[in-house]
């Protein structure tokens, strides 16, 4: 870069050469097709994203559950035989284990499209259950402190409210 000064009394004008202009506008014109294509990727990642489903079966095939791309359940189809065969109780296990083997499957397919979108050292499975980079011990409950406890608290104090007239 050349700075050129006339006079003190007229402003300063910068020249800058036409390889600088160039190499920057080349720059830019990178930097804009690198963050299109970026877009790109992650539109078709969303898209992709929102077609998983994974089905599971149980109770011998009279259960199926279908879920989506984080494990919610999107479909269940109970046969009529499995009504007869299995009491409500024994039925709902079936149900809750069809769900679970399904939402196995939907998540490791979710991550499996995420897995190219996302930085290198990126777990997609923890971004899908919402765990992002937390530790097992961040992700444990921990105990209620004493002075959060509001169990043996009174909000009624020992003053009396004013009476209506």
Do not use: C
């Not at 990178?30 to 990642?45: F, P, V």
């Not at 898209?47 to 999107?74: D, F, H, I, M, Q």
């Not at 189809?77 to 083997?101: H, K, S």
């Amino acid at each position: 870069m050349r700075v050129q000064r006339a006079s003190e009394s007229q402003p300063t004008a910068v020249h800058i050469g036409e390889d600088a202009v160039t190499e920057h506008s080349a720059r830019v014109q990178q930097l804009l097709a690198d963050y299109r294509d970026s877009r790109e990727q992650l539109a078709t990642a969303h898209r992709e994203l929102s077609a998983v489903r994974a089905s599971a079966t149980a109770a011998g095939g009279l259960v199926t559950a279908t879920t989506g791309p984080k494990g919610t359940l999107t479909g269940l189809v109970i046969a009529d035989e499995a009504y007869q065969r299995y009491r409500p109780a024994e039925l709902a296990e079936q149900i809750v284990r069809a769900t679970a083997e399904a939402t196995v499957r939907s998540l490791a397919a979710a991550a499996e499209v995420l897995a190219p979108a996302l930085g290198e050292g990126a777990d997609p499975q923890a971004l899908l259950l919402g765990t992002g980079d937390l530790g097992a011990d961040e992700l444990s409950a921990a105990a209620p402190r004493e002075d959060d406890s509001f169990e043996n608290q009174s909000w009624v104090g020992e003053t009396r409210w004013p009476s209506a007239r």
